[in-house]
């Protein structure tokens, strides 16, 4: 192969782990590709792309000569004179030219030529010699590279098998080769006999000066939430050399393909793959100036969890440009599309039954465990020994509501769901309550009647309180109320749709909806249900809730504050004891969080003192940890150094560069911290050039 790639690593220090962050370069690029004319040396054909004839004025009574392609395996680009027995008039010319598209250069040839050249003398009618020449750009006197004929007269220069010319380190626009009826030897014209030139194979090294350019426009490998199975993302590129070619995909720093985005019809692929040299083709701009394409991962043979993505697009020369780099989160494992549901009765001595929901994800195998939790639905916690689908309650379950948890699992994780809680478990006797407590107020207790009495507001516990609670008698709590009611809830997106899980940045109200309905499907109007929710190692407390509108739904503005579960409840009379609990939901909470550098521009002490702030509260007493990032093309971004914050989430350090010039980039990451009630955050990114 003539034209080798050159390759320059430039090493950087692990512990140089800023950021360098540049623009796309204006200075010329350095891409380098070789095109093949009739084969390549490992003999595939390629065909003669590229490449032009042109012949000089065709006259009357003379041969005019004709150009002759290599358009199928084993035919030669040639040239030829006297095929017809006619005389060739003086002058007369055929040639083949090569021009480098607009972008490129023609670095260096390699031509494998025969020749059959004679100089016939016949009296009175020939005694001219055919002349093959070969030359570069548009002066064949000052850039020829080849001269061939016969050195006497009535002789025949013959070269049979093909023999090469070459050259290297060159730098030109186009590349020739002719025969002609030479018009400086003789006062005739060239005898009628066969002249012929045949360039059997070429390959001519190509430097392409042009970077493409290149854009994300979509795919859910740019979105923000999570990914799984195939993720795409969609890409635009250009280019004003040899053409757009491939684009790469590296996760985590390890480069998993290179496609080719738009093939050409052919032409945009590599002509050799027999080899090593990727950016070998068979026509000097192979592959499109401008495509849209598609990048996939298949997230599934990655671990879940957070990666890097970088995603470049290349010419056909090997000049990169960045097109998207960022963070994906994957998950694979199985998600619960429908919760699972219990079956039987609450009871002691009672058999219940779980199914196991349904979900996403194609799970290979499920385990179950069954939860014990306090009368008001809070504090679950596992029942030893109770893993199976079906579970009998004893007598330590009475009173209590049971829960069961289904964990699903394939190759890539698992995940788990529960059930909404049970009714109260009723004791053998059949009762929900203790004797002691059902019979508090009654004629024997005098608890109802004495001033401190011992009687609880019916409903009340541990953040859930029956809004009808202080209303004496038996209070219908909506217009048509009933004990079998069912409550959903979710968050409202501002494009409509709902989800249970939701990401918002600090200080923003969300907005929750949800709806109450009896057995029958039809709403409980004008209900009132109560809201509660919590916190990361905090329980259920309750708050204010809602009314019920015309079909049962309701609307409910959660205040701003850090990450929290959600729920909503609903009794059916003021005197109730069990109410109907909604599915929780959940808002992640953004915390804020700044980074600014002392100096925007540095020169000479190479030393930059970064600083930033951690809000929300409350931040613990020992203070919170911070990840410092930086960034450099092809790198990606990277952690560098870990500092912790003051009480009042301040923090600062100091950075010493290692490089002398460029402009890095520096960014903070608060990962998710137990005692700290908010979800991972990153700030914005601040620039620092050093000169």
């Known amino acids: 192969m003539l034209a080798k790639r050159l390759i320059v690593t430039t090493l950087i220090p692990l512990a140089l782990l800023t950021a360098l962050v540049s623009n796309p370069p204006t200075a010329l690029a350095t891409g380098t590709y070789t095109v093949h004319t009739c084969k390549t040396p490992a003999g595939t054909f390629t065909g003669n792309g590229g490449w032009t004839s042109a012949t000089s004025i065709a006259v009357a009574g003379y041969d005019a000569g004709s150009a002759t392609s290599c358009d199928a395996p084993g035919t ?25 598209p607009e972008g490129t250069l023609i670095n260096s040839y390699e031509l494998a030529r025969a020749y059959n050249l004679g100089w016939p003398v016949i009296t ?22 080849d001269f061939r004929k016969p050195l006497q007269a009535g002789q025949t220069a013959i070269q049979q098998l093909p023999e090469v010319i070459a050259a290297s380190n060159v730098s030109w626009r186009s590349l020739h080769f ?12 060239c005898g009628p006999f066969p002249a012929q030139v045949a360039v059997s194979r070429a390959a001519i090294g190509m430097t392409d000066v042009e970077a493409p ?17 195939v993720a795409r993302l969609q890409l635009h590129a250009t280019d004003g050399g040899a053409g757009v070619y491939r684009a790469a995909l590296k996760v985590d720093g390890d480069e998993l393909a290179r496609t080719v985005l738009d093939d050409a019809g052919g032409s945009c692929r590599d002509a050799e793959p027999s080899n090593d040299d990727p950016y070998e083709f068979g026509a000097p701009q192979p592959c499109p100036l401008a495509t849209d394409g598609l990048v996939q991962l298949d997230t599934a043979t990655l671990r879940d969890g957070q990666h890097t ?28 599309t429908l919760a699972p549901a219990l079956a039987g009765q609450p009871a002691v001595g009672s058999q219940l039954t779980v199914n196991s929901g349904q979900w996403d994800g194609a799970p290979t195998a499920y385990d179950h465990r069954w ?70 107020g009654g004629s024997g207790g005098g608890g109802a009647s004495g001033g401190g009495g011992t009687t609880p507001t019916p409903g009340s516990g541990p953040g859930i309180v029956n809004p009808l609670g202080q209303l004496p008698g038996h209070v219908a709590n909506g217009a048509n109320a009933t004990t079998r009611a069912r409550l959903t809830l979710a968050f409202q997106r501002v494009d409509g749709t709902t989800a249970r899980t939701v990401r918002s940045r600090h200080g923003r109200r969300l907005a929750l909806v949800g709806r109450l309905i009896d057995a029958s499907g039809a709403g409980i109007v004008g209900a009132r249900v109560g809201a509660s929710w919590r916190t990361a190692r905090q329980g259920w407390v309750a708050r204010a809730g809602a009314r019920t509108g015309p079909d ?23 005197d109730s004891g069990d109410a109907t609990l909604s599915n929780v939901v959940h808002a992640d909470v953004l915390a804020p969080l700044t980074i600014r550098a002392d100096r925007t521009r540095i020169a000479g002490d190479r ?28 790198w990606g971004w990277r952690a560098f150094r870990t500092v912790r914050t003051d009480r009042r989430g301040n923090w600062s350090t100091r950075y010493r560069f290692r490089l002398n010039a460029g402009r890095f980039g520096f960014r903070a990451l608060l990962p998710h911290q137990a005692r700290f009630p908010f979800a991972t955050s990153r700030s914005a990114g601040v620039f620092v050039v050093l000169s």
Not at 179 to 186: P, R
Not at 380 to 401: E, F, I, K, L, W
């Open 309 to 336: 993505v970088h995603v470049t697009v290349e010419d056909a020369g090997g000049n990169e440009a960045v097109v998207y780099d960022g963070i994906v989160r994957t998950h694979n494992a199985p998600i619960s």
């Open 213 to 229: 350019a290149g854009s994300q426009t979509g795919g859910t490998l740019a979105g923000a939430d999570p990914v799984r199975g």
């Open 552 to 574: 049962g739904r309701f609307v409910y503005l959660l205040p701003a504050g850090p990450s929290r579960d959600v729920r909503f409840s609903y009794f059916a009379y003021s």
């Open 178 to 189: 002719s025969l002609s009826c030479w018009n400086l030897i003789g006062s005739l014209d």
């Open 76 to 100: 030669s680009v040639a040239l030829q004179f006297g095929g017809s027995g006619l005389l060739v008039r003086v002058g007369s010319w055929i040639r083949w030219d090569f021009a480098a």
């Open 607 to 634: 030393v930059v003192r970064l600083s930033g702030r951690v809000g929300g509260a409350p931040i613990p007493r020992a203070g919170l940890l911070v990840t410092l990032e930086g960034y450099q093309q092809g």
């Open 124 to 145: 009175d009618f020939a005694n001219r010699t055919y002349l093959f020449q070969a030359w570069h750009d548009a002066d064949s006197s000052m850039g020829l590279i």
């Open 371 to 440: 939860l014990r939790c306090e009368a008001d639905g809070s504090d679950c916690a596992a029942v030893a020994g109770a893993t199976g689908p079906t579970y009998t309650p004893s007598d330590a379950d009475a009173y209590h509501r049971l829960q069961a948890e289904v964990t699903a699992a394939n190759g890539s994780g698992s995940s788990s769901a529960r059930t909404t809680p049970s009714a109260l478990v009723a004791d053998a006797a059949g009762r929900t309550a203790p004797p002691s407590a059902q019979s508090a």
